[in-house]
C-alpha cells in the first residue's frame, strides 16, 4: 500500500509517493529513498499458514527438558507409497534421538507429571518452571537415585508452592501426584536437606480466599477473617499449627460473628482437616475475645 505525501521531488519539483519500501516521484520517476529492510513479521506458524504467516514456533520454556527447541516431522501429508513408508522410518527414528540418555529420559517424565499435576491443581506456570528447574537441580545432584520419580516430580511443585508463598496443602498435592505421601515426603525432606530451599511457614491468610471462595462466603466474613489470622499471630496461636486448620477456624469464627450458616464439618472439609482441628483454633479466639462465647 502506497500514500502520496506532500514533499516535493528534488529533481523537477514532483510529488513523492511513498511505498513500503521506496519513495519515488510521481512525474519523472526519481527513487528518492529506499528501505530494503522488510518491517513485517520474522517468524512462521505452518499451523494457520494461511492467515497467520508467522515463522516460529512457541516460545523457550524451562517446562522441557530441551527449553521447547524439538522439531517434529508432521503427520499431515499427501505422500504416497515408498516416500510415505519412508518418512514414517524417519519419524520414528527422530523421536528416539530426542532423548539421548536415561537420565534425559527421566527429565522429560519428570516435568510430563509436572505438568500434568500443576494443571490438575490449577496453578500458575511459573510454578510449572520453577518446579521444573528444582526436579533438574536435584536430578543434577544425584537425589533420584534409588527413589521415586513421581514422588520428586509431586515434591518440586509442593516445594515451589511453599517457597512462591502458593496456598497448595501437602494432602492437596498427595492427591493429584501420582505418589505416595511417604514417597513425596521423603523426596520433599531431601531437597530440602540437599538443596537448602528457602522454605518457611505458610501464612494461614494464604489459605482464606480460596476456602472462602468454596463455602461461598460473602466478602465480609473474608475480610473478618483475615483481622482474627492477624489477631492469632499477635497471640501465638499460629506457631506450631496446621496453617489450614487455622485458617479453618478463623473462617468458621468469622462465619458465626456474621451470622452466617456455616457448619464446622464442612469448613474442615474444605480445609482438609479434622473438626478437631479447627476446633482448637476456635476455642482459642473465643477465649481471648473479651465479647467471645460458644
Not at 462466603?217 to 492469632?232: I, K, S, W, Y
Not at 477456624?249 to 482441628?277: F, I, K, N, S
Request: with cysteine; glycine share 8%; charged share 30%.
Amino acid at each position: 500500500m502506497s500514500t502520496t505525501t506532500r514533499r516535493a521531488c528534488p529533481e523537477c519539483d514532483g510529488r513523492l509517493r511513498e511505498g513500503e519500501r521506496e519513495t519515488v516521484c510521481t512525474s519523472c520517476g526519481l527513487v528518492v529513498a529506499e528501505d530494503n529492510i522488510d518491517r513485517g513479521p520474522e517468524w512462521r506458524s505452518f499451523a494457520d499458514d494461511e492467515t497467520n504467516r508467522e515463522r516460529t514456533g512457541a516460545p523457550l520454556t524451562r517446562s522441557r527438558h530441551d527449553r521447547g527447541l524439538t522439531t517434529e516431522i508432521g503427520t499431515r501429508t499427501r505422500l504416497k507409497g515408498r516416500k510415505r513408508r519412508r518418512i514414517a522410518r524417519m519419524r520414528r527414528q527422530h523421536e528416539r534421538a530426542q532423548i539421548s540418555s536415561k537420565a534425559e529420559r527421566n527429565r522429560v517424565y519428570g516435568f510430563t507429571e509436572i505438568r500434568r499435576l500443576v494443571s490438575e491443581l490449577d496453578l500458575p506456570e511459573y510454578v510449572r518452571d520453577r518446579a521444573c528447574v528444582l526436579f533438574e537441580s536435584a536430578q543434577d545432584a544425584d537425589l533420584l537415585r534409588g527413589r521415586s520419580i513421581e514422588g520428586f516430580a509431586g515434591a518440586a511443585v509442593y516445594a515451589t508452592c511453599r517457597t512462591a508463598s502458593v496456598s497448595r496443602t501437602l494432602d492437596e498435592v498427595v492427591t493429584g501426584a501420582r505418589a505416595t505421601e511417604a514417597e513425596l515426603s521423603a523426596a520433599y525432606d531431601a531437597c530440602n536437606r540437599e538443596l537448602g530451599l528457602p522454605t518457611g511457614p505458610i501464612d494461614p491468610a494464604e489459605y482464606l480466599a480460596r476456602f472462602a471462595s468454596a463455602l461461598d462466603l460473602p466478602q465480609a466474613t473474608e475480610r473478618r477473617a483475615r483481622d482474627l489470622v492477624d489477631q492469632a499471630r499477635d497471640q501465638g496461636l499460629i506457631s506450631g499449627r496446621n496453617p489450614a486448620g487455622v485458617a479453618a477456624g478463623c473462617l468458621y469464627t468469622a462465619a458465626r460473628e456474621c451470622d452466617h450458616d456455616l457448619t464446622q464439618a464442612a469448613t474442615a472439609d474444605v480445609a482438609g482437616v479434622t473438626p478437631v482441628t479447627l476446633r482448637a483454633t476456635y476455642h482459642d479466639l473465643r477465649e481471648d475475645d473479651p465479647a467471645g462465647g460458644d
